[in-house]
């Protein structure tokens, strides 16, 4: 279906063909028009216009008034203060906007999906390998997953990269360590036979023993040293080993996403170790481009607003004095393959706000040398910390970091305890409890994410992410199940659009908000903001129980009455359901 223009791009086209009229040779003109709780709609940009055109801006307001095309749409406009225009649109254009979206047959309600839209290379979720994630990982996670529904459903083409960190010094450890102590597995590693639980407890014995003995022996130190040579000159047995704690991980790694209900398939899964055959090559053209320079050994790229301290340049460190790879090649070389090998047209990297100067520096090298064209954008989402309610680096009471496993546990234990709570009734078996408990923490958790700015920190508290009252993902699942207990006890009665019926306040205001789904939806795609998404679905449940509050639907007045207050549920229910999902939150029936 062909997307639905909104009641909003209707109003504005229509102001802004009246002031084109009206300023004669003025292309382009734009109303600015936006909510007001004047009315429907205020214009504010005739004052500018006016100003331009040494006019004045309630004689020029008044013209455009006469101008506008007014009936189908729009119902009044008057003309405000020192020219501002007031526009209130007509119920029957609410009623049949709202049908129009209703009746689309792919559920997009109205959402366009662009088919020449590009190709997006995010870049989220990035666990390490022989390691355990914590809450430092949650935020690139949740974004990243939120980010790829609202872009695929948008039309964008979405390739997912989780770029693990699987090189480096300590897996000469690990391998050597496992190569002397054989005895110290109980299990095959990297086998479908062990839980993620069990993966991460294995992995995190074998670290602490190899560490310990990495710190006291010099000589299995060195030899550990040995052994990262030989991973890096792809020695088989080497290779084989370290491919085993490659597959352990991912055992434990997929088994915290189905947690966070996040799909995360093999091929999306390309860590530092896919960057390695192209690293030589990345310094090489680097070097012969003048774009990288040899600064005592190392090879380096130099910026003119990146300084120190003391006032010297701070360099993109490439190659090691030593001859090794830093992260800046890898990056470097991530970047080369995904535009010239996936063909992106847009790179998304979902990443800590404290890496903002790598990134900085990495995007501006990729610039130098071509890899990054204009047809090419390259993005980083900084995302800000997550704190404790004491306002501090989320920790737990011993001081360390907090695993996200059990993070994810205590808030489906949280939500659990809630759900059964409030089945007064007991109208659900033990297992919707749980199954509900599980879809309400993890949405809390995801929507306490989501509902903040990315490059915010906010404060982790769950009994607040858990609660009925406020801006919560539960208070947003409530309204849904609500709707959704209305339209089963309404039986045959259905929702149908009565477009001939005068509209109440609550009705109004409610399908005016769902009304707006697709520009929401479009501006969180350009913008890379899941936040505005969550902010409108919260105002969309807000208005719903204002309505529920104040416009009886079943004891309605009329029959048409009842069908209509169902259809303008029925909407904000969808709505609801969609952007939601694309959020990466579920939303039960029943609660």
């Known amino acids: 279906m062909a997307s639905v223009t909104s009641l909003t791009a209707s109003v504005h086209q229509r102001l802004a063909s009246a002031l084109s009229a009206a300023l004669p040779g003025t292309a382009d003109a734009d109303p600015l028009l936006r909510r007001s709780d004047r009315a429907d709609y205020q214009a504010n940009g005739i004052l500018a216009l006016a100003k331009k055109a040494k006019a004045n801006p309630r004689e020029l307001a008044a013209q455009v008034v006469e101008r506008v095309e007014s009936g189908d749409v729009i119902k009044e406009i008057e003309v405000s203060g020192p020219g501002f225009l007031n526009v209130t649109v007509t119920d029957r254009a609410i009623l049949e906007n709202l049908a129009a979206r209703a009746t689309d047959p792919a559920e997009r309600l109205g959402v366009p999906h662009a088919d020449d839209a590009g190709t997006t290379v995010i870049d989220y979720a990035q666990p390490n390998v022989a390691k355990e994630m914590h809450v430092g990982h949650l935020r690139s996670a949740v974004i990243g997953d939120a980010m790829v529904q609202i872009l695929e459903f948008t039309g964008e083409t979405v390739v997912r990269r989780h770029h693990i960190g699987d090189w480096g010094t300590q897996f000469g450890m690990l391998i050597q360590y496992v190569d002397e102590h054989p005895e110290t597995l109980d299990h095959e590693l990297g086998t479908d036979e062990v839980s993620g639980e069990q993966a991460m407890s294995n992995l995190n014995r074998l670290y602490k023993a190899s560490r310990q003995l990495f710190d006291s022996d010099e000589e299995f130190k060195t030899r550990a040293r040995r052994r990262v040579v030989d991973l890096q000159a792809g020695d088989p047995a080497t ?18 996403f189905d947690k966070l209900d996040m799909k995360i398939d093999d091929p999306d899964i390309v860590g530092e170790s896919g960057y390695n055959d192209m690293l030589e090559e990345t310094c090489r053209l680097l070097e012969e481009s003048g774009v990288a320079v040899r600064s005592e050994g190392a090879l380096c790229v130099f910026f003119d607003d990146v300084k120190g301290p003391d006032g010297n340049p701070v360099p993109l ?10 992260y800046a090649a890898t990056d470097l070389s991530a970047i080369r393959d995904r535009v010239f090998n996936l063909k992106a047209t847009s790179l998304l990297y979902v990443v800590d706000a404290r890496q903002a100067l790598h990134f900085r520096m990495v995007f501006e090298t990729a610039r130098r040398a ?59 078996s033990e297992a919707e409890i749980v199954e509900r408990g599980t879809q309400v923490g993890i ?125 303008l549920g029925d909407v904000t229910a969808r709505t609801l359901h969609q952007g939601m999902a694309l959020l990466g939150i579920r939303t039960p029936e029943r609660l």
């Open 317 to 326: 460190i490439v190659r090691k004095s030593d001859g090794g790879y830093g």
């Open 239 to 256: 290779l084989a080993v370290w491919q085993r704690f490659v597959d352990e991980s991912k055992i434990y790694f997929y088994s915290v």
């Open 443 to 567: 949405g809390a958790v995801k929507y306490a994410d989501l509902s903040t700015s990315a490059n915010r920190d906010y404060k982790f508290d769950l009994d607040q992410m858990v609660s009925l009252n406020g801006d919560t993902s539960v208070y947003l699942q409530y309204a849904y199940a609500r709707i959704q207990s209305i339209l089963r006890k309404a039986g045959e009665t259905r929702p149908v659009p009565h477009p001939e019926l005068e509209l109440a306040d609550a009705e109004r205001a409610l399908g005016l908000h769902a009304d707006q789904f697709a520009e929401t939806v479009a501006e969180s795609a350009k913008e890379y903001a899941p936040h505005k998404l969550a902010a409108y679905l919260y105002q969309l449940a807000s208005l719903y129980t204002t309505f529920y509050d104040k416009c009886p639907v079943l004891k309605a007045e009329t029959p048409a009455q009842v069908e209509n207050r169902l259809f």
């Open 370 to 428: 071509g890899w990054l064209g204009d047809d090419v954008t390259a993005h980083q989402l900084a995302f800000g910390t997550v704190l404790g309610k004491d306002g501090k680096p989320f920790k737990t009471r011993e001081g360390e970091t907090v695993r996200l496993i059990d993070l994810l546990d205590e808030a489906i234990e949280r939500a659990t305890a809630v759900v059964r709570e409030k089945d007064t009734q007991q109208r659900l």
